[in-house]
């Protein structure tokens, strides 16, 4: 049994389930390494992303520790042909938005901009599922100058 806070193997082995079943994602690994398993990285093909987006292939990033009452968790998108960045994070940075914020930051931005967010689904997977519906059907259709 993991540790309250530890990194749960079986949680990352059930996410990298989830983002592989992304149609946008072409590979997913564990950070640093497969024993080590600190985290999850996602490439992106820039070419199955709507719009499509340059040359290089934007990344996901996973970071998910069981926590009672909350999880900790980050989800993150970042892609460098727009210089553009966004994010779910559930932590202790901005409590005065409740317990999770979405955060983004596009390339005319100084600093990122934050915005509490209520997730419907409850489970890790579910919510990983919904953080990338909601990235890749609806904000990334969103042009980055409008944010």
Known sequence: MNEPGAENQALYRTLKD?????????SVWFEPDAIQKRYLAAEVDPQRVVPSTGPESPRLGVHWKLTPPHDVFRVDYADPNLDFHCGWH???DHSNL?????????ASMETPHHE??????????????ECCSELFEE???TDTEEF
């Open 18 to 26: 989830i983002l592989n079943r992304q149609a946008e994602v072409i």
């Open 90 to 92: 559930q932590d202790e």
């Open 98 to 106: 409740g317990a999770a914020h979405f955060q983004y930051q596009t």
């Open 116 to 129: 509490g967010v209520v997730f419907e689904a409850e489970s890790p997977p579910k919510l990983l599922w």
């Open 139 to 141: 904000i990334l259709f």
